[in-house]
């Protein structure tokens, strides 16, 4: 496969990650400190949308693989852009914040599901083999995390009020999707079998799939534990380093060291395999992240460090997982349908971060702004989040020989 074939095709991540980890790491503070909502509703319209999106993550999948995967994904382009315009624009006087925020929330997720999806199958089918499957998600997860870090870093750039900056975001995404569409158009749709069996046969096909099953396990309890911290980060630099006003350069210098560290990763993959791949990048984020519960006011240095460790170890979770679903759908050619399962828990994942971080940070006193329960700030972020990467590290550890068949 030629080099800039897979450039162009991970180009496409670059606006679709607006509708990933910025959605959960700035909706909350968009919305908290506009007045508008309470933490605790924002935490529930975010569980409820995220779970609801997770529901039809199975569906877009089965219909991803009756259909080509490029025009599922202009379609889904379509209601992904106007939900993010309407996200960031705080409604009228005459319009209810919860029912606003549910409408747009729910406009831009599922449109961004369903493109995911099908542009994650899409991949499946431009890769031959696995090495050729792996350099294209490393190429879309690169993508994925510049485009992660160009949105951490425009609100800030724009002006010094957050909410100001934060209402900018949409027109830097129409642009980078105008020039997305003209960067893939010309892209081959890739070997395409269509499906005939039913979805809950498909269902059935990827549920018998013991490795994936597996992996997927490993997969949930590293995502929750991902979660937390994606959720609370701006609170965590607001209210315990109390350094605001870095926030962006934190967020970009987490995100552009996962996004150089991911070719690394590769290599690295290639010499040893996946599953053992992804172990020591367990062991490095979890022993870096530790040192994030002594820190206290005016030491955004030293969690800039931490920033540039656990980010390049956190490459491994946006490339090395999604590459091996690719060789399993593959085989069973249902890539759809298990990356739709995938995303599902993936949603759920981040569900639960902001669904249950949010609502017990509210109920045990902590508010934006407060420094009087930093502590309980400092457990959600930091310790329990830990906790649940050392169940991931287990169970990846224990399951290590099954998935070794994922091996380069």
């Known amino acids: 496969m030629q080099r800039q074939q897979v450039i162009r095709y991970g180009f496409l991540g670059l606006p679709l990650a607006f509708g990933a980890l910025p959605i959960y790491l700035f ?23 995220r779970l609801m999106d997770a529901v039809a993550d199975p569906v877009f999948g089965g219909l991803v693989d009756r ?33 606003w925020l549910f409408i747009t929330l729910a406009c831009c997720t599922l449109g961004f599901s369903a493109g995911m999806i099908a542009y994650q199958a899409w991949g499946s089918d431009l890769g031959a083999d696995s090495g050729e499957r792996l350099l294209l998600t490393g190429a879309r997860e690169a993508f994925i995390l510049a485009g992660v870090v160009i949105a951490a870093i425009i609100p800030s750039l724009l002006s010094d009020q957050p909410l100001s900056g934060m209402a900018g975001l949409p027109y830097f995404l129409i642009g980078f999707l105008l020039l997305a569409f003209f960067v893939i158009r010309g892209l081959p749709t890739g070997t395409f079998c269509k499906s005939e069996q039913s979805l809950s046969a498909r269902l059935g096909v990827a549920w018998h799939d013991k490795v994936y099953r597996r992996l997927l396990m490993v997969f949930m309890a590293n995502g929750v534990a991902s979660a937390f911290p994606a959720t609370l980060f ?47 990048s367990m062991l490095i984020a979890m022993a870096a992240f530790t040192g994030a519960a002594f820190l206290g006011a005016g030491d955004w240095l030293w969690f800039l460090v931490i920033c540039i460790v656990s980010g390049a170890a956190v490459g491994t979770d946006l490339t090395l997982p999604a590459s091996m679903v690719a060789d399993l759908g593959e085989k069973q050619t249902a890539s759809g349908i298990y990356f739709g399962v995938w ?41 329990l989040p830990l906790s649940l990467k050392g169940v991931a590290l287990v169970l990846l550890y224990c399951w290590r020989k099954p998935l070794k068949a994922l091996a380069l």
């Open 67 to 99: 259909y080509p995967r490029k025009p599922i994904v202009y379609a889904a382009l379509v209601p992904f852009a106007l939900g993010f315009i309407g996200l960031f624009t705080l409604p009228t006087s005459g319009v209810s914040p919860s029912l």
């Open 343 to 383: 995303n599902l828990v993936a949603k759920i994942n981040l569900a639960l971060g902001a669904g249950i971080a949010l609502p017990m940070l509210s109920l045990f006193g902590y508010s934006p702004g407060s420094l009087t329960h930093s502590h309980v700030l400092i457990a959600a972020y930091v310790l």
């Open 27 to 49: 909706v909350p503070e968009f919305y908290a400190r506009s007045g508008l909502l309470e933490l605790s509703s924002i935490g529930f319209i975010l569980l409820l949308t």
């Open 234 to 280: 701006v609170f965590y630099v607001s209210d315990v380093l109390q350094s605001p006003e870095k926030t962006g350069l934190l967020l970009a210098i987490y995100f552009v060291s996962a996004a150089v560290a991911v070719p690394c990763w590769v290599r690295i993959a290639r010499m040893i395999g996946r599953p053992r791949t992804w172990l020591v």
